[in-house]
C-alpha cells in the first residue's frame, strides 16, 4: 500500500533554517496535489504549503517556507528559513489522487505520512 515517510524534523534556534523530505513508496509523484500539512499542541492540523500545477502557502508561512518535488528521484522537500518559536509542531505530508483543487484541506488527501517533529526555541 502507499506509504509516505518523512524526515528531517529537528530541533533548531529561531532564525535558522530546516529541510524536510517526504519520501513515498507505492506512489509515484507527478502533479498530483501534494502538500505538507502541520499540527502544533492543541490546535487544528493546517496546510502549510501544498504542490500539484500551482503552488500555494499558508499566510504565516509565506516567504519563508518553499514547496517543491524532484520528479526523478520521487520525493517532496519543505525549506523553511527564519524559523520562529509558532513554526513548532509536527509536520505531515500528504498525497492525493487528483488535481490542485483544494488540496489545501485535509479531506482532499487520501495518504498521510507519521510526522516529523519540528521544535524551534526562542
Known amino acids: 500500500q502507499v506509504q509516505l515517510a518523512e524526515s528531517g524534523g529537528r530541533s533548531v534556534q529561531a532564525g535558522e533554517s530546516l529541510s524536510l523530505s517526504c519520501t513515498p513508496s507505492?506512489?509515484?509523484?507527478?502533479?498530483?496535489?501534494m502538500a505538507w500539512f502541520r499540527q502544533a499542541p492543541g490546535k487544528e492540523r493546517e496546510a502549510v504549503a501544498t504542490?500539484?500545477?500551482?503552488?500555494y502557502y499558508a499566510d504565516s508561512v509565506q516567504g519563508r517556507f518553499s514547496i517543491s518535488r524532484d520528479t526523478g528521484k520521487n520525493m517532496l522537500y519543505l525549506r523553511m528559513n527564519d524559523l520562529r518559536p509558532e513554526d513548532t509542531a509536527i509536520y505531515y505530508c500528504?498525497?492525493?489522487?487528483?488535481?490542485?483543487?483544494?488540496?489545501?484541506?485535509?479531506?482532499?488527501?487520501?495518504?498521510w505520512g507519521q510526522g516529523t517533529q519540528v521544535t524551534v526555541s526562542s
Open positions: 504542490i500539484g500545477q500551482y503552488t
Open positions: 507505492q506512489y509515484t509523484i507527478t502533479t498530483n496535489c
Open positions: 500528504a498525497a492525493s489522487s487528483g488535481s490542485d483543487a483544494r488540496c489545501y484541506e485535509r479531506e482532499r488527501h487520501n495518504y
